[in-house]
């Protein structure tokens, strides 16, 4: 028998509405025993009186919902019970389910694990509700809205599909060698399996876009001590994230602020500042882990001081490349109209009286929109597909080389499977459904 499950399906703490899931056989019973009356029809939202089973104390008047199996989320019969989010009424109705026989506590993700169960969504889905649950950026929202609405599963299904179609024709060359089939039958999949080759490469050089936009772009922002890296950052912030101190060599680990620029999430860095003689092991430490951050960020910021011009510091000005943004910092004691720094165009900003952040901030959110806008089509969200997806196109380029049919039909299969990983659709069974409606209709 499977278990019903309930959980809060809100955030917890107070509110003005909280909402209490339910899933499975039971979930019927379980609201009939907290109304004492008729279930009420699916999908008609239903004002009742929410009443301990046992006592019948008072818990709450809640508006509830019955969905009826398979039309719910979960595929199962579902009902909701929106409550008054106080603490007291959502531990009361929690405590009331719990007392009832067949019902448990959901475990974490379960209700969507009984949904990808349940056929209701495949695997990309199923992240995707998890992505759209941790968006902090209009851009995160957009790609998990658009992968949950399976737009990255129909891509990989469709290329599935026709791997599949293509793996029926050589199976029924090796297979049906006397039959009245047409001539060169898995001759014709060749040019199919070498455009979606094509097709991959093209999907997977995309320098990580969705990875990183799930995860958020990181900048670092590097310079020599004193010269306002972590002024910039709490200005940047608009918070005080970092200390701030006339000392040289403050900061001594990296300090990471998370921001939203343009509707792009970004992971803003503070980093030690970088001299050549550090004054102890804990500071030699802190460039150590400057030097490793700005060398894995994204866009690196570049802070010189320009009370210090026309001196420059040579460590960070080795760590100018495309991928930086340089600035010139304290510019509200030192005039730099059009400043410039080691021949790189350089944004002049004080981030004690904010002038020039604005263009800062504009030059920041070209450089995450560059790196994160997408083309329209949909973008691989994980690790996993990464991995997945090379190893779907190393199996067809494989297969376009394989001397003998038997090879080539196996490593297509390879190539299927991988495929069918992502969303979560493993199998190859349908291949004689392709065979037979391919090459059997009508004989």
């Excluded at 990309?124 to 941790?134: G, H, Q, R, S, W």
Aim: net charge negative.
């Amino acid at each position: 028998m499977i278990p019903t499950i309930f959980a809060l399906a809100t955030a917890p703490g107070r509110a003005g509405v909280a909402v209490v899931r339910v899933s499975g056989p039971a979930s019927g019973d379980a609201l009939a025993a907290l109304t004492g009356k008729p279930l009420p029809e699916p999908r008609m939202a239903t004002l009742v009186r929410l009443r301990d089973p046992k006592t019948g104390e008072a818990l709450d008047d809640a508006l509830v919902l019955r969905f009826t199996a398979p039309r719910s989320f979960t595929g199962e019969d579902v009902v909701e019970l929106h409550l008054h989010g106080g603490r007291a009424v959502v531990a009361g109705v929690v405590e009331a389910l719990s007392a009832l026989p067949g019902l448990r506590v959901a475990e974490p993700g379960e209700f969507t694990r009984r949904a990808f169960e349940n056929g209701k969504l495949d695997l990309t889905e199923a992240e995707a509700v998890a992505d759209l649950v941790d968006a902090e950026t209009s851009a995160q929202r957009r790609q998990a809205l658009r992968q949950m609405e399976g737009a990255l599963g129909k891509l990989y299904d469709g290329w599935r599909e026709r791997l599949t179609r293509s793996l029926a024709h050589i199976e029924a060359d090796i297979d049906f060698p006397d039959e009245d089939l047409p001539s060169g039958v898995s001759d014709a999949a060749r040019p199919v399996l070498d455009a979606l080759a094509a097709e991959i490469d093209a999907h997977l050089d995309d320098r990580g876009r969705g990875e990183r936009l799930r995860e958020g772009l990181h900048i670092a922002i590097i310079g020599a001590p004193n010269a306002g890296k972590s002024s910039l950052l709490n200005a940047l912030a608009r918070r005080e994230a970092a200390i701030v101190s006339a000392r040289a060599g403050t900061t001594r680990d990296v300090i990471e602020v998370h921001l939203d620029l343009g509707g792009y999430p970004v992971v803003l860095a503070d980093t030690a500042g970088l001299r050549e003689a550090a004054a102890d092991e804990v500071e030699e430490e802190g460039i150590r882990r400057a030097l490793d951050r700005a060398a894995r960020a994204d866009v690196k910021v570049a802070v010189f001081d320009a009370t210090a011009l026309p001196t420059l510091d040579p460590a960070t000005v080795a760590l100018l490349d495309k991928d930086t943004v340089v600035v010139l910092n304290k510019t509200d004691v030192v005039d730099a109209a059009v400043p410039t720094v080691g021949g790189w165009e350089a944004v002049a900003v004080s981030a004690r009286t904010g002038a020039g952040l604005p263009e800062l901030e504009r030059r920041l959110t070209a450089f995450t929109a560059d790196r994160l806008a997408g083309s329209g089509a949909p973008a691989l969200t994980r690790a996993r597909h990464r991995s997945a997806l090379e190893e779907c196109r190393d199996a067809l380029r494989r297969a376009l080389t394989a001397p003998l049919p038997e090879l080539m039909a196996e490593d297509v299969r390879l190539a299927s499977r991988a495929l069918g990983r992502i969303t979560g659709r493993v199998d190859v069974e349908d291949l004689l459904d392709v065979i037979f409606r391919d090459f059997c209709i009508g004989k």
